[in-house]
């Protein structure tokens, strides 16, 4: 099984290099961030003529998540247990924003061990001093505690966490830590709620099998003189982490006409 991430960064834009990464690389399930769409709008006739199904929560032109399947696609959930909500005004009403999406998949694969994937498109914390700082700790925080609860409920369970992370967990996942002193995605408290995710026996698969950034701002040259960040992950549950045998990032997706500022992060699973 060969499952993938990827934050698209709109998949109206960019769907025919979704489509050839998918057939490329023979993906099975795709969890994609930031489709920036309505369910309605969604690309879908590609995707369905290509063999996928596709699980889709999108409210508006902003965030948004979906998963693609080959594999089936059962149990579709949109959003997490007491995810926290988001007001973009002060006086406006918090709305439990389109930032992760589960869904199983591998049932119609025939094999007997499906995996739970999530599509996780974790909140940006803007600044420090910002509301939506607190907010994505909060975030962060309830996810593992619901995570902490699923695992409880089934400790065999094949679960994976995919997508922007939005956090630089160590210093070497930034090209250059004085470039980001005072800034999010690599505070301490932001590190912690994502190292916080071991202490429900997540691990994180991909770093101990490739090194490379994940993203690259379209300012300022930063592909051209690999100025990135490493900020896509996938957490696994203890009985998928031992199937993962593999995992890569394919740099070469940020080359190009029309290319997103992340690129996807597959992982082998046996």
Not at 213 to 218: G, I, P, R, S, V
Not at 232 to 258: H, Q, T
Request: aromatic share 10%; charged share 25%; with cysteine.
């Amino acid at each position: 099984m060969r499952l993938a991430t990827w934050n698209v960064n709109s998949i109206r834009t960019r769907v025919d290099r979704v489509l050839a990464f998918l057939e490329r690389e023979s993906i099975d399930a795709l969890a994609m961030q930031e489709i920036k769409c309505r369910p309605e709008q969604f690309p879908s006739e590609p995707f369905q003529a290509a063999g996928y199904e596709l699980a889709i929560h999108g409210l508006n032109q902003w965030n948004g998540v979906a998963i693609a399947s080959r594999i089936g696609l059962d149990d579709v959930v949109r959003s997490f247990p007491d995810q926290p909500a988001w007001a973009s005004t002060q006086d406006g009403e918090a709305v439990v924003e389109a930032r992760a999406l589960g869904a199983t998949v591998g049932a119609a694969s025939g094999s007997s061990r499906p995996v739970r994937l999530w599509s996780l498109y974790v909140p940006n914390g803007r600044e420090l001093t910002h509301p939506h700082y607190s907010y994505k700790l909060a975030w962060l925080d309830r996810l593992r505690d619901a995570v902490g609860t699923w695992m409880e409920a089934d400790p065999d369970l094949d679960l994976a966490l995919v997508g922007d992370w939005n956090v630089a967990p160590l210093d070497q996942d930034v090209w250059d830590m004085a470039a980001f002193e005072g800034a999010t995605h690599v505070s301490g408290a932001e590190r912690r709620a994502f190292a916080a995710f071991e202490t429900v026996g997540m691990s994180e698969v991909t770093r101990e099998r490739v090194t490379n950034y994940t993203y690259w701002d379209y300012q300022k040259l930063r592909f051209p003189r690999n100025e990135g960040m490493r900020i896509d992950f996938a957490y696994a549950s203890p009985s998928l982490a031992a199937r993962v045998s593999g995992a890569a990032i394919d740099r070469d997706e940020r080359k190009g006409k029309g290319a997103s500022d992340h690129v996807p992060v597959i992982i082998e699973v046996d």
